[in-house]
């Protein structure tokens, strides 16, 4: 009865992993604004929906990290949806911490930006197969705002 079962398994899992799912990319990390306790940034992420249906989003989690160390993490509840058979930009918001950029003078040095790697974790909910995480990791370096910025 045991092989049974273990066949059976085997047989959705194979299944399971041969449905296309949807797929996800950082497309930009761009600072958005300055405000009295923090510096945000927005990631844009591209989501496409192989689906005839829209999905939703549960939620969507996010680490920034910089010279090895988490400078911001998040979680994000329901999103929205992903639009069937399309692709669908979502935005992150991360905010960053003045005490945190103070601490990290040595990366920000001459060039005013802060090499960055940001971990999101996109969590939808899949009909039949049930909640799916899409892992996303993307490397870069983002400016820090300028005064010009901050009075434009």
């Known amino acids: 009865m045991s092989q049974l079962l273990d066949k059976a398994k085997n047989f959705v899992s194979e299944k399971i992993n041969d449905v296309a799912k949807p797929e996800a990319s950082v497309t930009d990390v761009d600072f958005k604004r300055v405000s009295k306790d923090s510096i945000e940034y927005l990631a844009k992420v591209s989501v496409d929906n192989p689906y005839s249906t829209s999905i939703p989003i549960c939620e969507i989690k996010y680490s920034f990290k910089s010279a090895s160390r988490e400078i ?40 005013w930006d802060i090499d960055y790697q940001l971990d999101l974790s996109l969590v939808i909910d899949l009909p039949v197969i049930g909640n799916f995480t899409i ?18």
Do not use: Q
């Open 72 to 111: 911001a993490s998040g979680t994000i509840p329901d999103p929205g949806s992903l639009k069937s058979k399309d692709k669908t930009m979502v935005d992150v918001p991360v905010k960053v911490p003045y005490s945190i950029l103070v601490s990290l003078a040595r990366d920000i040095g001459a060039d």
């Open 135 to 152: 892992p996303l990791s993307h490397k870069g370096e983002v400016k820090l705002p300028t005064l010009s910025n901050t009075f434009a």
